[in-house]
């Protein structure tokens, strides 16, 4: 198995992260990227000046992407997943690899899996179990598929943390969005109950109690990153909690906390769009987040923030 050219379909967070650090790799000959945003008159020419200025190759689209790389990463937000590997699958080649980096449900895995094997090519998939930022390429992924043992060395070549789990396709996804319900869920959970007690001023009754029952966290710190990722990223983190909520029922479960987690998160990210933090600093107060939540409800006839 010989990769030197290598493609991204997604030039977001992750994709800028994967195609940079990828590009800096000994053995890799081409990193190229294709976006939506490249071909979109306001987003083009930003977009493709940052990925040239990285030594990206920004291809004009999926099918040059496809003819320009020996494999291919999906890197997109959770909705966007069986999609991708919808217009993929007819421009790649027999032996050609798909990896697949989403947080999908295993059944959309599987889904996306016999598309691009229908064209002969191999889908590999992988579980991302952490935020990406803080590591970069290096994150820990588990990796699923008839593939994912022979490419996991060679990812582990180019600086990757890539451990196959399984040959069978839907395994790491399970792994990864198991996880997800409890990650997910607590940012859910600290951002409602911090939001609630600091509109009933009672925050420096019950965070004391928090860390009486946890002492090894910081919770005001905690809170803090909880609120500042989610104000961030919420609309990815609502994306990945669908289909957390579609793992539970694909398992045969009724998926009632996946799918608040993913109501919660959505409804942070709409108040986020609306601009009830803009202008806060990166390093705000989870308070600070809390007071724009309750500014916005109080400025709201029917309570709610704007969405």
Not at 92 to 117: H, M, W, Y
Not at 212 to 233: K, L, N
């Amino acid at each position: 198995m010989t990769i030197q050219r290598i493609g991204l379909v997604g030039y977001g967070e992750v994709g800028k992260i994967f195609s940079a650090g990828l590009a800096a790799q000994a053995g890799i000959a081409q990193v190229s990227a294709w976006d939506l945003k490249f071909a979109q008159p306001a987003t083009a020419a930003a977009e493709t000046a940052h990925a040239q200025a990285a030594g990206i190759a920004a291809q004009p689209s999926m099918a040059a992407l496809c003819a320009a790389s020996d494999l291919v990463i999906s890197a997109v937000t959770a909705s966007n997943t069986l999609a991708v590997a919808r217009e993929a699958a007819p421009h790649l080649r027999p032996g050609q690899l798909f990896l697949d980096l989403n947080s999908a449900s295993p059944g959309t895995k599987r889904d996306c899996a016999a598309l691009v094997e229908a064209a002969g090519a191999h889908y590999v998939e992988a579980g991302v179990m952490t935020s990406v930022p803080p590591y970069g390429i290096r994150v820990p992924m588990l990796l699923g598929g008839a593939q994912a043992a022979a490419l996991a060395p060679m990812l582990a070549g180019w600086g990757l943390d890539a451990r196959p789990v399984a040959a069978a396709i839907g395994v790491a996804s399970a792994i990864k969005l198991c996880r997800s319900v409890m990650i997910k869920g607590l940012e859910a959970i600290v951002i409602e109950s911090y939001a609630t007690a600091r509109a009933h001023g009672v925050e420096d009754h019950v965070l004391p109690t928090l860390a009486e029952t946890f002492p090894q966290i910081d919770w005001h710190r905690q809170g803090a990153y909880f609120f500042s990722r989610v104000v961030q990223h919420g609309q990815r983190r609502a994306e990945e909690m669908r289909e957390a909520a579609a793992n539970v029922r694909e398992a045969g479960f009724p998926p009632l906390m996946a799918a608040a987690i993913a109501d919660k998160q959505q409804w942070v990210a709409d108040a986020a769009a609306a601009g009830v933090f803009a202008g806060l600093p990166k390093d705000a107060r989870w308070q600070d987040y809390a007071d724009r939540l309750i500014a916005a409800r109080a400025a709201r006839p029917d309570g709610d923030v704007p969405r």
